[in-house]
C-alpha cells in the first residue's frame, strides 16, 4: 500500500539530508536580504506588541506565535526587537520548503520533483511577502506543510509500531497548528477522520486478524497528544490575570471571556472571511481560482487544474499501487474550494500553493513513468516474439 515505489523516496532522496539543509539555508539567507528591518503594516505591531509585553492578541489570541516571538526577541542578539521576529518569520517560511520537498519527493519520487515544488512554494509572491515580515501566516504555512509531511509518511509506513508514532505526532501537530490561525481546521477536519479510518482498517498482527490497531487505548492516547498540543492557550488566562501588559485584548479571566476569544466571537466564530459583500462558497472559488492564475501563471494554472482530476483518476489506469493518493488529491480540493478568503484578500492563495505545485509534478512525473513502462513493455513483446535483442 502506497504511493509509487511503496511510497518511499529513491536513493537519491535518501541521500537528501545535506540537500535538505542546503535548501534551508539558500531560501532563509534570501529572505534575510529582504526582511523589514522594523514594524511592517498590518496587524504586525499588534503582534509585536503582544509580544514584546506577554499580552493577548487579537482573537484567538495567538498564544503560541506570542510565546514563540517573545521568545526570538529575548534569545537573538541582533537587531530591534521588530527585526528579530520579522527574522523568525523568514525561518518559519524557510523551514516550510523542506517539507514540501519531503512531501513531493516522497509523492513522485522525484528529488528534482521536490527540489521545483520548494522553490516554486518558497519564491511565490504571496509566500516571500508574508515571511519577510510579522505575521501568523508563515508560521500556518509551516504546519500546513508538516501535517503534509506527517500524512504523507504515515501513508506509507509498513509497521504498527511506525504508524502509531506517527500519529500520534500527528496527533499533537494538529492540535499545536490550531494554536495558531484557525484556518488549518480545513486540514485537521479532513486529515483527523482518514487517519482514525486507516487505524481502524490496520490489523495489530496478521495472528489476531480481528484486533484493529484502533483500540480504546489509541483513541485515548491520540486525544491526549491533541489535546497536549492545546495547552499553549493557557498563556490566555495566565496573561490576562496577571495583568500586567499595558495593551491587551480582552478578558480572559472568565470562562465566558476565555471562550469568546478563543472562538472569535467578535468576528464570527465559522465566519473565517468577512467582506461587505458576502463570501460566499463560488466567490471564494472564483476568487481562488484569479490567484491561482496570478500566481502560477495561466500555463501553471492550466497544469494544476487538470492535474488534480488526472491524479484523481490515476488509480483507475495504473498497475502499481495507489491506493491513498486521492487522499491528498482529496485535501487538495478541500483547501481549493474551501479556504475563505479575508478581507483584504491579500493571503490566499500560498494555504494550497504546496498541493497545487505537487499535483503539477505528480502528474509529469507519472506521466514519464507510464510512458517509460509502456516503452519496456513493448520492447520485451518485440524480443519474445522476433527472437531479436529489444530494439534500442
Same mark, same amino acid.
Given at each position: $500500500?502506497?504511493?509509487?515505489?511503496?511510497?518511499?523516496?529513491?536513493?537519491?532522496?535518501?541521500?537528501?539530508?545535506?540537500?535538505?539543509?542546503?535548501?534551508?539555508?539558500?531560501?532563509?539567507?534570501?529572505?534575510?536580504?529582504?526582511?523589514?528591518?522594523?514594524?511592517?503594516?498590518?496587524?504586525?505591531?499588534?503582534?509585536?506588541?503582544?509580544?514584546?509585553?506577554?499580552?493577548?492578541?487579537?482573537?484567538?489570541?495567538?498564544?503560541?506565535?506570542?510565546?514563540?516571538?517573545?521568545?526570538?526577541?529575548?534569545?537573538?542578539?541582533?537587531?530591534?526587537?521588530?527585526?528579530?521576529?520579522?527574522?523568525?518569520?523568514?525561518?518559519?517560511?524557510?523551514?516550510?520548503?523542506?517539507?514540501?520537498?519531503?512531501? *513531493?519527493?516522497?509523492?513522485?519520487?522525484?528529488?528534482?520533483?521536490?527540489?521545483?515544488?520548494?522553490?516554486?512554494?518558497?519564491?511565490?509572491?504571496?509566500?516571500? /511577502?508574508?515571511?519577510?515580515?510579522?505575521?501568523?501566516?508563515?508560521?500556518?504555512?509551516?504546519?500546513?506543510?508538516?501535517? $503534509?509531511?506527517?500524512?504523507?509518511?504515515?501513508?506509507?509506513?509498513?509497521?504498527?509500531?511506525?504508524?502509531?508514532?506517527?500519529?500520534?505526532?500527528?496527533?499533537?501537530?494538529?492540535?499545536?497548528?490550531?494554536?495558531?490561525?484557525?484556518?488549518?481546521?480545513?486540514?485537521?477536519?479532513?486529515?483527523?477522520?482518514?487517519?482514525?479510518?486507516?487505524?481502524?482498517?490496520?490489523?495489530?498482527?496478521?495472528?489476531?486478524?480481528?484486533? /484493529?490497531?484502533?483500540?480504546?487505548?489509541?483513541?485515548?492516547?491520540?486525544?491526549?497528544?491533541?489535546?497536549?498540543?492545546?495547552?499553549?492557550?493557557?498563556?490566555?488566562?495566565?496573561?490576562?490575570?496577571?495583568?500586567?501588559?499595558?495593551?491587551?485584548?480582552?478578558?480572559?479571566?472568565?470562562?465566558?471571556?476565555?471562550?469568546?476569544?478563543?472562538?472569535?466571537?467578535?468576528?464570527?466564530?465559522?465566519?473565517?472571511?468577512?467582506?461587505?459583500?458576502?463570501?460566499?462558497?463560488?466567490?471564494?472559488?472564483?476568487?481562488?481560482?484569479?490567484?491561482?492564475? *496570478?500566481?502560477?501563471?495561466?500555463?501553471?494554472?492550466?497544469?494544476?487544474?487538470?492535474?488534480?482530476?488526472?491524479?484523481?483518476?490515476?488509480?483507475?489506469?495504473?498497475?502499481?499501487? *495507489?491506493?491513498?493518493?486521492?487522499?491528498?488529491?482529496?485535501?487538495?480540493?478541500?483547501?481549493?474550494?474551501?479556504?475563505?478568503?479575508?478581507?483584504?484578500?491579500?493571503?490566499?492563495?500560498?494555504?494550497?500553493?504546496?498541493?497545487?505545485?505537487?499535483?503539477?509534478?505528480?502528474?509529469?512525473?507519472?506521466?514519464?513513468?507510464?510512458?517509460?513502462?509502456?516503452?519496456?513493455?513493448?520492447? $520485451?513483446?518485440?524480443?519474445?516474439?522476433?527472437?531479436?535483442?529489444?530494439?534500442?
Amino acid at each position: $500500500m502506497g504511493f509509487p515505489g511503496n511510497g518511499r523516496p529513491s536513493a537519491s532522496t535518501l541521500a537528501a539530508g545535506p540537500a535538505v539543509a542546503a535548501l534551508f539555508a539558500l531560501v532563509f539567507s534570501i529572505y534575510l536580504q529582504t526582511l523589514h528591518r522594523a514594524v511592517p503594516g498590518g496587524d504586525s505591531g499588534e503582534l509585536l506588541t503582544a509580544a514584546c509585553e506577554l499580552g493577548v492578541a487579537h482573537p484567538p489570541g495567538y498564544p503560541l506565535f506570542t510565546l514563540l516571538a517573545r521568545l526570538t526577541m529575548t534569545i537573538l542578539p541582533m537587531g530591534s526587537p521588530a527585526f528579530r521576529v520579522n527574522a523568525l518569520n523568514a525561518m518559519l517560511g524557510a523551514a516550510t520548503a523542506p517539507l514540501l520537498f519531503d512531501a *513531493t519527493s516522497r509523492l513522485s519520487g522525484s528529488f528534482a520533483g521536490g527540489l521545483l515544488a520548494a522553490g516554486l512554494f518558497a519564491f511565490s509572491r504571496l509566500a516571500w /511577502q508574508w515571511s519577510v515580515t510579522t505575521e501568523v501566516f508563515s508560521f500556518n504555512n509551516f504546519f500546513v506543510g508538516l501535517l $503534509m509531511a506527517l500524512t504523507i509518511r504515515f501513508s506509507t509506513v509498513s509497521t504498527a509500531r511506525e504508524r502509531t508514532k506517527l500519529s500520534l505526532q500527528g496527533a499533537f501537530c494538529c492540535g499545536l497548528s490550531l494554536c495558531n490561525q484557525h484556518t488549518v481546521i480545513l486540514y485537521v477536519m479532513y486529515i483527523v477522520p482518514w487517519v482514525l479510518l486507516r487505524l481502524h482498517r490496520e490489523k495489530v498482527s496478521p495472528i489476531f486478524p480481528k484486533c /484493529q490497531e484502533l483500540s480504546v487505548r489509541a483513541i485515548w492516547w491520540l486525544g491526549l497528544s491533541f489535546g497536549a498540543g492545546l495547552l499553549p492557550y493557557l498563556y490566555l488566562p495566565i496573561s490576562s490575570s496577571l495583568n500586567q501588559a499595558r495593551w491587551s485584548w480582552g478578558d480572559q479571566t472568565t470562562l465566558r471571556g476565555f471562550s469568546t476569544h478563543l472562538l472569535r466571537e467578535e468576528y464570527g466564530t465559522f465566519n473565517l472571511a468577512k467582506s461587505e459583500v458576502g463570501s460566499g462558497l463560488l466567490r471564494v472559488w472564483s476568487y481562488q481560482m484569479m490567484q491561482i492564475k *496570478t500566481e502560477l501563471t495561466a500555463i501553471g494554472a492550466a497544469l494544476a487544474l487538470v492535474a488534480i482530476p488526472l491524479q484523481g483518476l490515476k488509480r483507475y489506469k495504473l498497475q502499481f499501487p *495507489t491506493q491513498h493518493k486521492e487522499h491528498l488529491l482529496c485535501l487538495c480540493v478541500v483547501n481549493i474550494l474551501c479556504i475563505p478568503v479575508p478581507q483584504n484578500y491579500k493571503h490566499l492563495l500560498f494555504l494550497s500553493f504546496p498541493e497545487i505545485c505537487a499535483c503539477i509534478l505528480l502528474m509529469c512525473h507519472n506521466r514519464i513513468q507510464e510512458i517509460m513502462k509502456i516503452k519496456d513493455q513493448y520492447r $520485451m513483446l518485440v524480443f519474445i516474439n522476433g527472437g531479436c535483442d529489444p530494439p534500442g
